[in-house]
């Protein structure tokens, strides 16, 4: 299967790639934004085309008011087409009356705790009955190019990724943004690269590993929060993309 979908998008545009996609998985395909700029860039593709894809988001509700505030301008950019998953009630109300709300700085256990209530449950629930989910990992966030994939099996959730944005550069991205006045996440200027809820991500150092900037007070060994198993390329991707963040801020000032 996942050899016949590489065959069957080669030669194609993206927006044509999107579109041949949502026919062969028509209403049982799916992409998932945190509103960071790759994924601002999907959206704008799929929202502007009118390709029947469903965009969906999640909301845990301890995200940045920054992520809040680039959510908003998509909305009102795209009139308010983005579905949002927000974590069951009873469980937070539990989760918050027995352990209060900063729980996760206590164990790794209660941090996995809180991440599956909050992220890895609502995916589920986002995914469950689709075959196909749009994700936006670029090759060159890799050392080596070929370990990205344009399609790849996702055994956790049983769903075929397809990594739409392969072969864009960083500054493909950063061109298209300002190209189409894509709003995007102004965190990514100050350091912040994979931008998750606001009390478990900061800013890093230009060279810092990117788990530096997520869960800081934990064992690297213990970094995984269940909605996409870390590899070397998605780390690998994230330092340059931070490094060339961080590059141009101090250009900029
Ligand atoms: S990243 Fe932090 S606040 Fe967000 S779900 Fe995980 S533990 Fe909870």
């Known amino acids: 299967m996942i050899d016949k979908l590489k065959q069957e998008i080669k030669n194609k545009t993206v927006v044509e790639q999107l579109l041949f996609l949502s026919e062969k998985f028509k209403d049982k395909i ?6 960071g700029q790759e994924d601002q860039v999907i959206t704008d593709l799929i929202l502007k085309n009118n390709i029947p894809i469903k965009v969906f988001s999640l909301d845990t509700g301890r995200l940045f008011e920054e992520t809040y505030k680039v959510y908003n301008k998509t909305l009102e950019k795209y009139n308010n087409k983005i579905k949002i998953y927000n974590p069951n009630t009873e469980k937070v109300e539990k989760l918050l009356s027995e352990k209060g709300p900063y729980s996760f700085y206590e164990s790794t256990e209660n941090r996995k705790e809180c991440c599956g209530i909050r992220k890895v449950e609502p995916l589920k629930r986002a995914l469950s009955g689709n075959a196909c ?6 090759a060159e966030q890799s050392t080596a190019r070929n370990e990205l994939e344009f399609f790849e099996w996702d055994e956790n959730f049983k769903i075929i990724k397809f990594n739409v944005l392969k072969d864009w550069t960083l500054a493909d991205i950063n061109d298209y943004l300002v190209k189409y006045n894509v709003p995007y996440n102004s965190l990514h200027d100050k350091g912040f690269i994979s931008i998750g809820c606001s009390p478990c991500t900061r800013a890093i150092k230009k060279g810092e590993d990117i788990r530096a900037g997520r869960w800081w007070w934990e064992d690297n060994s213990k970094k995984e929060c269940g909605l996409h198993e870390t590899t070397k390329t998605e780390e690998n991707l994230l330092i340059i993309k931070t490094s060339f963040r961080i590059e141009q801020a101090a250009k900029e000032e």
Request: net charge positive; proline share 0%; glycine share 8%.
């Open 30 to 35: 799916v992409f998932s934004t945190s509103f």
């Open 133 to 138: 989910w749009i994700t936006g990992l670029r």
